[in-house]
């Protein structure tokens, strides 16, 4: 069982950054596909950014060029830097992983990008 907690979240003003953490335990890190999800209030959730085993990256079109998903297996945590922030990305962010047929969620962490 693979237990995953998110940290960072906040309130932070248009134009700022923020940095979430993503911290694993319970699994062999280094095999899982990770990623970042968010769900804003009325919408469905969707995939912001994912990282494979292999390292290569994927982005949803909204956060390209200002999102980084990164993964440290040594110390199996996977973080999402966000700069530009715009108040649509106002959501609650979860982190996710992925091997075969297991998946696995976070609690959630609360983003919200107001003035």
């Known amino acids: 069982q693979v237990r995953l907690v998110e940290s960072g979240g906040g309130l932070v003003q248009p134009g700022g950054s923020l940095n979430l953490s993503c911290g694993a335990s319970?699994?062999?890190?280094?095999?899982?596909?990770m990623a970042w999800y968010r769900q804003a209030p009325g919408k469905q959730r969707e995939m912001v950014a994912q990282?494979?085993?292999?390292?290569?990256?994927n982005y949803a079109d909204s956060v390209k060029g200002r999102f980084t998903i990164s993964r440290d297996n040594a110390k199996t945590t996977m973080s999402l830097q966000m700069d530009n922030l715009k108040p649509e990305d106002t959501a609650t962010y979860y982190c996710?992983?992925?091997?075969?047929?297991?998946?696995?969620w976070g609690q959630g962490t609360q983003v919200t990008v107001s003035l």
């Open positions: 990282i494979n085993p292999d390292g290569n990256t």
């Open positions: 996710y992983s992925n091997r075969g047929a297991r998946t696995y």
């Open positions: 319970g699994g062999i890190f280094e095999i899982y596909t």
